[in-house]
């Protein structure tokens, strides 16, 4: 490269949703010179972090408070990030299957969990409708009243127990910057240790600046989380938008669950309810959690993100109605408050206990320890034009060669799906061709046959199958 501070395409946040657009566009566009910055000194440090979320594969089958149309979009996007992790040498390191299913506890929700799974049946072949007595055979924990016997309320669950179900976001965010630098015919530059101060617009290009260079480039993807939306502000863009940070905190217990054990979502309640998760990096555990805390930074443990927290927060009256309009509901009044109470040492171990009791009946008190330093930062939006929260993922496309994304759940899962987007409109941008086909036939599958099979694990040999014995007990259930 002529001058190594010139680039095409420049990227900012080497997370996961940073990682995996400079991933696509070195491998499928003919984009030729793309640079990524990180202020940090690896890939991930911060909510793509392996502790720091749930580490879901999110499909759209147990979370109940996903549309038909949702559940689908998140499917296809983790489709394809099953589809590309199968194809990594180290695959096994990345992705994981364990069984899952979403449980409902009384009438109201049992017969919710019905309906689901009528609406749900076509879309998804692998799932079923598991009654107590099959519960009990995937997570025996599940169904074990406090006083010995069975529980008594009704419970039911949809779920499946052959898919992958979990994906290391961490490890899968180092994949694809690997992946990246393997591209022959390109320039791709990593810089770690980069912190993005400011940017500016010059002669129709970026001016990127760190504390120490200042990078050109002519298009420009913004992938850093809550400080997205700084460094959209800083351009002039994004202003009617504010940003809430919502926190999630986990405990751990001994291991008490096989597999992803969900709840069903109260749809008053802007953040899923808590489940019951294995931890892919500790082993002989269960993690509990997230809880939902808003908190005035950006980074969680990093009180220096809290001025940046100030800028992006940018209170005003719209801010303070939209705040209004959501604690004038009683269940997030009551929520807010229960989570605020989540993180008082000494009760909060009293209050949780209750919650995840909804899950495993006979957890102890002593059973529980809240897991320090684990759990990231939602940054969710609130439109000011509107007064109101968005859920998912955002996106400011400028149109003029600069976008910006915040990735709040499903951000992991859609990782992706979320590159691709702005993989194409870059390309449009600045000429350059895309290889669908390559695409396609490497993150798609080539077929309905090929799609089933990624994504429900065919593609592994059956030795290196830790849920063979799930499926064993499914056709013994079927038949
Ligand atoms: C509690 C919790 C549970 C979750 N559970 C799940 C789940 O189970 N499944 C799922 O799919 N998703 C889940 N998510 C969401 C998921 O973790 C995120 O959507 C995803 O990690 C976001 O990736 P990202 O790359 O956009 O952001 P991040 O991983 O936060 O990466 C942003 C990067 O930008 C860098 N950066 C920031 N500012 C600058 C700057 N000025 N200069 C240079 N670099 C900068 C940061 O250092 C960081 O590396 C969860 C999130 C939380 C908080």
């Given at each position: 490269m002529s001058n190594p501070q010139q680039y095409d395409l420049l990227i900012i946040g080497a997370g996961v949703s940073?990682?995996?657009?400079?991933?696509?566009?070195?491998?499928y566009t003919g984009?030729?010179?793309?640079?990524?910055?990180?202020k940090y000194a690896a890939p991930?440090?911060?909510n793509s972090l392996s502790s720091n979320n749930s580490q879901t594969l999110h499909c759209g089958d147990i979370e109940t408070n996903y549309s038909l149309e949702k559940a689908l979009k998140v499917q296809r996007a983790a489709r394809m990030l099953a589809n590309f992790c199968l194809r990594q040498p180290d695959r096994d390191h990345l992705i994981y299957q364990y069984p899952k299913m979403v449980l409902g506890v009384g009438e109201r929700e049992c017969e919710l969990l019905r309906a689901r799974y009528r609406e749900l049946q076509a879309h998804y072949p692998q799932l079923r409708l598991l009654e107590k007595k099959d519960i009990a055979r995937i997570e025996p924990a599940v169904v074990a009243a406090r006083r010995g016997g069975l529980r008594e309320e009704p419970i039911v669950a949809l779920g499946s127990t052959d898919e992958y179900t979990a994906v290391n976001f961490e490890a899968l965010s180092r994949a694809f910057v690997r992946g990246a630098c393997q591209e022959a015919d390109k320039t791709v530059d990593v810089r770690y240790n980069e912190n993005v101060l400011h940017i500016d617009v010059e002669a129709e290009r970026f001016l990127v600046s760190s504390a120490t260079t200042c990078y050109q480039t002519r298009a420009l993807v913004v992938c850093a989380g809550g400080h997205s939306l700084k460094l959209a502000h800083d351009l002039g863009y994004g202003r009617?938008?504010?940003?809430?940070?919502?926190?999630g905190s986990y405990y751990f217990t001994p291991q008490v669950l096989n597999g992803k054990v969900y709840t069903v979502q109260n749809d008053k309640l802007p953040f899923a309810a808590i489940h019951g998760d294995p931890d892919v990096l500790v082993p002989g555990k269960t993690r509990f959690g997230p809880t939902a805390l808003i908190l005035p930074i950006l980074e969680r443990?990093?009180?220096?993100?809290?001025p940046d927290f100030l800028?992006?927060?940018?209170?005003?009256?719209?801010v303070a109605k939209a705040l209004w309009e959501l604690l004038r509901v009683r269940d997030i009044r009551r929520y807010m408050l229960k989570n605020i109470l989540f993180e008082v040492p000494l009760i909060r171990k009293l209050l949780f206990l209750r919650d995840a009791r909804k899950i495993v009946p006979t957890l102890r008190y002593r059973d529980?320890?809240?897991?320090?330093?684990?759990?990231?930062?939602?940054?969710?939006?609130?439109?000011?034009?509107?007064?109101?929260?968005?859920?998912?993922?955002?996106k400011i496309d400028t149109g003029r060669g600069a976008i910006f994304n915040m990735t709040p759940s499903p951000g992991g899962t859609s990782c992706l799906e979320n590159a691709l987007i702005d993989m194409r409109a870059v390309a449009a941008f600045l000429g350059a061709e895309v290889d669908e086909q390559g695409l396609a036939a490497e993150l798609l599958g080539s077929g309905d046959e090929s799609q089933e099979t990624a994504f429900s694990g065919r593609l592994l040999d059956d030795a290196?199958?830790?849920?063979?014995?799930?499926?064993r007990w499914f056709r013994r259930l079927r038949g």
């Open positions: 940073g990682s995996a657009l400079l991933y696509s566009a070195a491998r984009i030729k010179r793309i640079g990524i910055i990180e991930a440090r911060v009617h938008y504010s940003c809430l940070p919502v926190a443990y990093n009180y220096r993100t809290l800028r992006v927060l940018r209170f005003d009256r719209q529980l320890s809240f897991a320090n330093k684990v759990g990231g930062i939602r940054p969710q939006l609130i439109d000011k034009t509107q007064g109101r929260l968005l859920l998912g993922e955002a290196q199958r830790p849920a063979g014995r799930w499926r």
